[in-house]
């Protein structure tokens, strides 16, 4: 592994920390202000928002712009971004629309980190398929760990300390990252496509997901799984209570399970890839959830739902690093942020109807109706996809990609970069702005 790729790993560590504080404390700052379940949701509902407006068009504008300064350019903006709540908070002036601009706003600033970190990476290992297994797995796992078990509650913690600490903690955490990125090597400029629209480049990147089946195949499992695991979302605490008889503490415990789960997904995603080939163990992780949360809905007792609930979150786990490793090693560079943005965007697209599905079918038949279903479509999906997304056709398309990997990668410190880039740098202009 390349020098670098040890401080993108720090740098999106500690910003994943930031993030997890922010995630419980904003809905608590909410609850301060209003005790209106719509307005909460409206504030929950904005961060989600520039996924399915802007997706397909952040990612065009990821491929034409420099990816490592798209990167600290993001988390600068996104760092002097809290700090007007925070100053808000300390004033006694914050209020419900000043917090959903500020989740639409900190949720733009992520399509724009998010895709070009995923577009940066294969630069940076020299789109090495085994490598991006590792360096996802890490990613994955440290993701998990910051923004799943340490964030939440620190972020309740220090809201006790203060309505601006947890506020002026994520900046923090943005502004390190920012710095960290910075001091990445420069990856190389995507290939100018003269004469051609921003519309017309955002529409090239979606057709190319939609003409390819292997690439069809990844992005549907995450669209076709939130539409199933937002349906089980939707009614889990419900469940838990009436059904297994979980208090707020224990249901605490049951995420935590899961989680703890996708933490050991995550870190044994790379050797099921080389025992079984990529193919095959997207199909076993995807069967595994289905299977997982089929086990949820008829668990007897609360054990036996933490452990469906820590198997779920391994195939998950597993899942999240296999995928984005293949489609990393097998995308056109010039290509990946468009694509990684098209394959986001579906999967945020689809929650809403989970959402609605989980509820429905609550509302008309029983609280355990949702898992049933979510199973179900967890199982079609496997064995419609598992066709498209095959051991063959994975083999088939690193071949393809061959001599894209062979190019070398990035240099492992600023000081390898050259005066020349350097110069180029410090001469060329924000692509933000």
Do not use: K
């Not at 008889?245 to 933490?263: N, R, S, V, W």
């Not at 959830?289 to 739902?305: D, F, S, T, V």
């Amino acid at each position: 592994m390349p020098t670098g790729f040890g401080r993108l790993w720090t740098a999106q560590t500690v910003s994943s920390l930031g993030d997890g504080v922010s995630h419980a404390a904003l809905p608590l700052l909410a609850l301060t202000l209003t005790r209106d379940p719509m307005a909460l949701a409206v504030v929950t509902a904005a961060g989600t928002l520039p996924w399915l407006l802007f997706g397909v068009l952040g990612g065009a504008l990821v491929d034409r712009w420099d990816r490592r300064r798209t990167m600290w350019v993001t988390d600068t903006v996104r760092a002097v971004l809290l700090a007007i709540p925070a100053a808000a908070a300390a004033l006694d002036m914050l209020s419900i629309p000043l917090l959903a601009a500020l989740a639409f706003l900190l949720g733009l600033g992520g399509l724009f980190f998010d895709t070009a970190a995923t577009a940066y990476l294969p630069d940076l290992l020299g789109r090495d398929p085994a490598l991006l297994e590792r360096a996802n797995s890490r990613l994955r796992g440290s993701q998990t760990a910051a923004s799943g078990f340490a964030g939440p509650p620190a972020g309740s913690a220090l809201l006790a300390l203060g309505r601006a600490v947890p506020l002026l903690t994520d900046a923090v955490s943005f502004a390190v990252s920012a710095v960290l990125v910075r001091s990445l090597p420069a990856a190389p400029r995507p290939e100018p496509q003269a004469h051609e629209s921003l519309l017309r480049q955002a529409r090239e990147g979606a057709s190319y997901v939609f003409r390819d089946r292997l690439l069809l195949g990844l992005a549907l499992r995450p669209a076709v799984g939130n539409i199933a695991f937002i349906a089980v979302e939707t009614v889990l605490a419900l469940f838990a209570h009436d059904r297994l008889g979980i208090d707020t503490y224990g249901f605490g415990l049951l995420l935590t399970a899961e989680a703890t789960g996708g933490l050991l997904g995550a870190g044994i995603a790379s050797f099921l890839g080389r025992r079984l080939g990529t193919g095959t163990a997207l199909t076993c992780t995807a069967a595994v959830e289905g299977l997982a949360i089929l086990g949820l809905a008829a668990a007897p007792n609360p054990y036996a739902a933490g452990l469906a609930l820590a198997v779920c979150g391994a195939g998950m786990g597993a899942t999240m690093v296999l995928g984005p490793s293949l489609r990393q090693a097998i995308v056109p560079p010039h290509l990946m942020g468009r694509v990684a943005s098209t394959s986001r965007m579906l999967a945020m697209c689809a929650a809403p109807f989970g959402a609605f599905l989980g509820g429905w079918l609550a509302t008309t038949y029983d609280v355990r109706t949702p898992l049933f279903a979510a199973a179900g479509l967890l199982l079609t999906m496997t064995a419609v996809t598992s066709t498209m997304t095959g051991n063959r056709q994975v083999e088939a398309a690193l071949r393809a990609a061959a001599p894209a990997a062979d190019e070398p990668a990035l240099p492992e410190s600023r000081d390898a970069i050259g005066e020349d880039a350097v110069l180029e740098d410090a001469a060329q202009g924000s692509p933000v702005r």
